[in-house]
């Protein structure tokens, strides 16, 4: 994986979803990815929260990324929701989350996993993508933000 965006796509991406839990974001991007992959909504969710229970993946600055390996998955997948209001995802900060990047790899992806997730925190550390992801109100905007984090302007449509 080169980019964060292949780890995107527009059916995956909410960017103004009202979802007011960490269990109800976590079930609803659960069921984006099982749309978009065939797999069990269910077991993806059910890896994703057992992975929550080992320690917060709210990584501070209204940021968490939630993440599992799961089996029967043929390479890392993403789903971002950009949240209306934060939700608390114990984050090391105390803030509530209101930015929000799911992130599955292959069960047998150990490096791969690692290294997507890697991307994608030290690419959510921006402050100018954080900042256009707030902004963002379409799905289209929000690639756009994705696509232009390299550069020193976010759009902001």
Request: proline fraction near 4%; hydrophobic fraction near 45%; aromatic fraction near 4%.
């Amino acid at each position: 994986m080169t980019d964060v965006l292949d780890l995107l796509h527009p059916e995956t991406i909410a960017p103004r979803a009202k979802w007011g839990s960490r269990k109800l974001v976590i079930s609803e991007l659960a069921e984006i990815i099982a749309k978009e992959t065939g797999l069990d909504g269910n077991e993806i969710f059910s890896a994703v929260m057992e992975r929550e229970r080992l320690g917060s993946t709210g990584v501070g600055e209204g940021v968490a990324i939630p993440h599992a390996r799961i089996a029967g998955l043929k390479k890392p997948i993403g789903a971002f929701a950009r949240l209306v209001e934060g939700v608390d995802f114990e984050a090391i900060d105390e803030r509530d989350c209101d930015l929000v990047f799911l992130l599955l790899a292959p069960k047998e992806a150990g490096v791969e996993h690692l290294r997507a997730l890697a991307k994608v925190s030290r690419i959510m550390r921006q402050e100018k993508l954080r900042e256009g992801l707030r902004k963002a109100l379409s799905v289209d905007a929000v690639l756009a933000v994705f696509t232009t984090s390299s550069k020193s302007e976010i759009p902001v449509a």
